[in-house]
């Protein structure tokens, strides 16, 4: 009855899936794949960079999934999805042409609005790279807003690249900066070898401009925080996505409460300002 007295005509998709049709699936790693998803009903989707959607495998459950690109301006979503548990598994088995239900999208997300005219570094490591690339393809659109746009990736082998045609892209672009490492090489690698931090070696950044994105594991991301806040970035100019912990998308099961806070409601965006004093989170 609560949920029917607060679900308005306004906000009605937050609680009832829409049904959208598989359009595209790409196996990126043995883990990986990405998913392009059309609305049935050819509802234009739009979306902050940050925000995600509630994915349902009809007859298994839900699961919520962090958006991996830029609004389109079209009825589209893609979508990066490890296979971790029923439904994200029960996902991989499909193809295209059936339909999964969404709902969203939710969270806080981040308007790219607020970083025009700063430099804007990216850091994202492994699966971080899906949210990230959101965040990334937002600002290469509107190229001209920004200064200096430093990207930095990482993966644990080769094999588990992400996007690879699209990194081979921003590797050819002269208006950014962009630096890729593997952990660990195989016989075909040839470039830079190294966990991510082992990039700011070869980095200069002015922390007076600098807006930082870093988004990956947990270990991942307290290393690289360090080397930001090293090159005295602000607090409050770093920004992460705590999207790892989220379940229901509306703040009801509990499951992403850290102390009084509901990071589907009031993130998965954050500031590392605010995230250092949830030290649950990290």
């Given at each position: 009855?609560?949920?029917?007295?607060?679900?308005?005509?306004e906000?009605?998709?937050?609680y009832?899936p829409?049904t959208a049709?598989?359009?595209q699936v790409?196996?990126?790693?043995?883990k990986?794949?990405?998913?392009?998803?059309e609305?049935?009903?050819g509802?234009?989707q739009?979306?902050?960079?940050g925000?995600?959607?509630?994915?349902?495998?009809?007859g298994?459950?839900e699961?919520?999934?962090?958006?991996?690109?830029?609004p389109?301006?079209?009825?589209?979503?893609?979508?990066?999805?490890r296979?971790?548990?029923?439904?994200?598994n029960?996902?991989h088995?499909m193809e295209?042409?059936?339909?999964?239900?969404l709902?969203?999208p939710f969270?806080?997300?981040?308007?790219?609005?607020?970083?025009?005219g700063?430099?804007?570094?990216?850091?994202?490591?492994?699966?971080g790279?899906a949210?990230?690339?959101?965040?990334?393809?937002?600002?290469?659109?509107?190229?001209?807003?920004f200064?200096?746009?430093i990207?930095?990736?990482?993966?644990?082998s080769?094999?588990?690249?992400?996007?690879?045609?699209?990194?081979?892209?921003w590797?050819?672009?002269?208006?950014?900066?962009?630096?890729?490492?593997?952990?660990?090489?195989d016989?075909s690698?040839?470039?830079?070898?190294?966990?991510?931090?082992?990039?700011?070696?070869?980095?200069?950044?002015?922390?007076?401009?600098?807006?930082a994105?870093?988004?990956?594991?947990?270990?991942?991301?307290?290393?690289t925080?360090?080397e930001v806040?090293?090159?005295?970035v602000?607090?409050?100019?770093i920004?992460?996505?705590?999207e790892r912990r989220?379940?229901c998308g509306?703040?009801?099961?509990?499951h992403?409460?850290?102390r009084?806070v509901?990071v589907?409601?009031?993130?998965p965006?954050?500031?590392?300002?605010?995230v250092k004093?949830?030290?649950?989170?990290?």
């Open positions: 009855m609560a949920i029917m007295e607060t679900a308005t005509a906000g009605i998709s937050n009832v829409s049709r598989i359009v790409e196996q990126f790693t043995e990986e794949k990405h998913f392009l998803f609305m049935e009903d509802t234009e739009d979306w902050k960079a925000q995600f959607y509630e994915v349902s495998a009809f298994i459950g699961a919520p999934i962090s958006i991996c690109a830029a389109a301006g079209d009825a589209r979503v893609e979508m990066c999805v296979a971790t548990g029923n439904v994200t029960a996902l088995k295209a042409g059936q339909t999964v239900g709902r969203g969270g806080n997300g981040f308007d790219m609005k607020e970083a025009a700063r430099d804007l570094l990216f850091a994202a490591g492994g699966l790279l949210p990230c690339r959101s965040f990334i393809q937002e600002a290469l659109k509107n190229r001209d807003q200064g200096r746009v990207i930095m990736v990482g993966f644990r080769p094999k588990e690249m992400l996007f690879t045609p699209e990194i081979a892209e590797q050819k672009r002269h208006d950014i900066e962009f630096m890729l490492t593997v952990d660990r090489g016989e690698w040839t470039g830079h070898t190294g966990v991510i931090t082992t990039l700011f070696e070869d980095v200069q950044i002015d922390p007076t401009k600098t807006t994105f870093i988004i990956g594991p947990p270990v991942m991301f307290k290393f925080v360090l806040l090293a090159r005295m602000p607090e409050s100019r920004i992460c996505s705590l989220m379940k509306l703040g009801k099961c509990g992403c409460q850290i009084n509901y589907c409601q009031e993130g965006i954050f500031t590392y300002q605010q004093r949830l030290r649950e989170a990290i």
